[in-house]
């Protein structure tokens, strides 16, 4: 983890947020070529969901909502996770992640101090919305972005003319107040989620969960994750969620043990129902198919974008022998790769730069490419190595008499030669987009 941490913010892909300051706990910012690979990783996914799919709308709701919604959802009632603090340590753990004999025993799993009794802590971030900060005023910060999506079904539906089943896309930021945030972007108190609530036949529910869970674990195959590494969780009577019928996590063994990576839900009809016994508008549905009315059953699968990105960084990062150095290389999907294609001119003489600049414009309009003409050519390659970037293309003494270059492939190492006219070409071939 420690060379993904310095490796991210070396090359620009992940910074502390506000590091000028001393920075803030568990917020990130992402730079120059990690805000690419985010924009690819929710382009894959919103690829995946709403064109892949000919029955799944998008939708970009807001942040911030009507208070009520979180009553209804029970957020304000129930997010909260119960807590212990060390009175000697002072430090605060959450009770469900404290090994049971510590907590019987009150002793701190850190230093053995005593440990007070758990106390349930909300996770909502609170603010005011307009001139007057009063109870009355209080508006939270979306803790997921589900909500966004249940309120506006009958929205979607009829805007859409969409049948059941059908599926509502989002992707877009939450906000937790987590108690132990931590492993980098692991857990964090600010994220990103990427969610498709799917609204299906009561009864057909569990056909469905099935579906799309191994359609979503295969997304991460995909995504060329590696498949010993990926697994199903099934939540045991205990671990389900108040509103769940039946649940699975995809979990991946990240550096600190198999976590929680994407959570698929089978949420029955309690959303639905909730925000109609709240709001006092009808949400059910009319099935014209089998004549009947009904309260939707929702299928949930629920992604963490800054947790897909640790997990592709996690899987990516390879050492290599290579000879007298280590080579280190980012092993990115080409599709979500920050950069596609780096130019080089092999020398800056006899021509080299301005046919490499050429080149360098035809790619840019269409793909991430990068211009290097500093240091040994070995070393230019090493730097997107580095960057996870599949694909260089070189400029050399041939290219001049047949106007060919060399591509390079970053996994490979191997080297072919394609006509500069084919540039382009050779990258649509290689890219999904
Ligand atoms: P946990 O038990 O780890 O707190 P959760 O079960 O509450 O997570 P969900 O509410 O199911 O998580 O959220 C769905 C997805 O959103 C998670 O699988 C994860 O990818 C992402 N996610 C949730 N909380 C965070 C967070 N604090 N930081 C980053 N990603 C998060």
Redesign the pocket.
């Known amino acids: 983890m420690d060379k993904l941490v310095s490796l991210a913010k070396r090359r620009g892909i992940i910074f502390q947020s506000s590091e000028i300051y001393g920075g803030i706990n568990a917020c990130w910012d992402y730079g120059p070529l990690g805000v690419e690979l985010k924009r690819n990783v929710k382009e894959a996914w919103w690829r995946a969901m709403t064109r892949d799919h000919n029955n799944i709308e998008g939708l970009d709701a807001a942040i911030l909502m009507h208070p009520n919604v979180w009553v209804a959802s029970g957020h304000v009632a129930g997010f909260a996770d119960p807590l212990v603090d060390c009175k000697s340590c002072k430090l605060r753990f959450r009770a469900d992640q404290v090994p049971e004999e510590n907590l019987r025993d009150h002793k701190c799993p850190n230093c053995g101090g005593e440990l007070t009794e758990p106390r349930l802590f909300n996770l909502m971030f609170k603010t005011f919305m307009g001139p007057v900060e009063d109870e009355a005023s209080i508006v939270y910060l979306r803790p997921?972005t589900a909500q966004g999506i249940y309120v506006n079904f009958l929205n979607v539906k009829d805007s859409s003319r969409r049948k059941i089943p059908f599926g509502i896309a989002q992707i877009g930021k939450a906000f937790?107040n987590?108690i132990t945030?931590g492993n980098f972007i692991?857990?964090?108190?600010e994220?990103e989620?990427m969610e498709m609530q799917f609204f299906v036949k009561p009864g057909t529910d569990q056909e469905w969960l099935e579906q799309w869970r191994e359609e979503r674990f295969n997304w991460y195959l995909k995504l060329g994750i590696r498949p010993e590494k990926l697994r199903f969780h099934q939540h045991g009577p205990k671990e389900l969620a108040h509103y769940a019928a039946a649940a699975y996590d995809i979990e991946y063994e990240f550096p600190f043990g198999w976590q929680?990576?994407?959570?698929i839900h089978d949420r029955t009809d309690f959303d639905l129902k909730r925000h109609t016994e709240h709001s006092g508008k009808d949400m059910s549905y009319f099935d014209e198919s089998s004549n009947e009315r009904y309260i939707p059953y929702i299928i949930e699968t629920?992604?963490?974008c800054?947790?897909t990105i640790l997990t592709l960084l996690v899987d990516a990062l390879r050492e290599e022998d290579a000879g007298k150095e280590i080579r280190t290389v980012l092993k990115f999907h080409p599709d979500i790769a920050p950069i596609k294609a780096a130019v080089f001119p092999l020398v800056n003489r006899d021509g080299m730069p301005e046919i490499a600049h050429k080149i360098y414009d035809i790619i840019r309009p269409y793909y991430k490419a990068f211009y290097d003409d500093s240091g040994s050519v070995g070393r230019r390659y090493r730097r997107q190595d580095e960057a996870g970037t599949p694909y260089c293309f070189t400029v050399d003494s041939q290219t001049l008499q047949d106007r060919t270059v060399t591509v390079r492939d970053r996994d490979t190492m191997q080297q072919e030669r394609v006509h500069v006219d084919q540039v382009l070409n050779f990258l649509r071939d290689h890219l999904a987009w």
Not at 186 to 189: H, K, P, Y
Not at 260 to 263: F, K
């Open positions: 997921e937790r987590e945030p692991f857990r964090t108190r994220f989620q929680e990576l994407e959570g629920s992604a963490g800054d947790r």
